[in-house]
């Protein structure tokens, strides 16, 4: 199982590379705007920044809505680095710019994935990468989770290739039950990540052993 870490912040990026776990990054629109990373030349050089740091799979999302828009700044971002792929929101032309792009040899990330109708269109279309919503679905009383069921036993029974990418994962539990499921990739906050540390029996098990190691040399 792939872990990148869903933000444009530099630091955050840098302390999950440091822990050596992390495969990529996912960022948003509204995550490089809460950075205040704004306008096209700072956007790609942040871009280019998060591609310094990590060893593969940077998504960086297109604005546009529009076939001839998406091409245009996907093939500008693709550029940047071959470390990018170009992330794509699940609409009409964004299924066509994927069928494109995977035409180029260039990946992509297909977000705001909420069915599975919407997972098969983008697996037929050649996306890299499939971002289905879990924590968003919980929000408004839909199961997350069974999605990415639905959606693994799917690819699953085609051998589609699209890697399924489970997005706005947003606690330990999501990213271990996606890990049950069998998600290729889990994006999220830093906090996710190192909450898997965290177990009281290890904390007093430490405590005691390094006590015991004190009396002893005492
Ligand atoms: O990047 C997309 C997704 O991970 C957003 O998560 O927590 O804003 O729903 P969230």
Redesign the pocket.
């Known amino acids: 199982m792939k872990f990148f870490i ?1 933000t444009a912040n530099l630091d955050e990026i840098r302390e999950a590379y440091d822990l050596g776990v992390l495969d990529g990054v ?3 629109p ?2 490089m705007a809460k950075e205040g990373i704004t306008g096209p030349d700072n956007i790609l050089a942040h871009y280019k920044a998060i591609c310094d740091i990590v060893d593969d799979a940077v998504s960086a999302e297109v604005i546009s809505t529009d076939f001839d828009g998406m091409v245009k700044e996907g093939k500008a971002l693709a550029k940047i680095d071959d470390k990018i792929v170009v992330k794509i929101p699940m609409i009409k032309d964004g299924i066509k710019a994927i069928k494109y792009f995977s035409s180029e040899g260039i990946r992509t990330n297909c ?1 705001l994935v909420f069915s599975p109708g919407q997972a098969i269109l983008a697996a037929k279309a050649g996306a890299s990468y499939l ?1 289905p ?1 879990v ?2 679905l919980d929000d408004i009383g839909f199961d997350g989770l069974e999605l990415i069921e639905q959606i693994v036993l799917i690819y699953g029974n085609y051998g589609f290739e699209t890697e399924v990418l489970a ?4 606690h330990s539990m999501h990213l271990i039950k996606c890990a049950e499921i069998g998600a290729d990739v889990v ?2 906050p830093l906090k996710v990540i190192t909450g898997l540390l965290s177990h009281p029996l290890t904390d007093k098990g430490l405590a005691q052993f390094l006590a015991d190691h004190a009396k002893g040399n005492n």
């Open positions: 869903d996912t960022t948003n509204s995550l977000t971002s919503f924590g968003r997005a706005s994962v947003r994006t999220c």
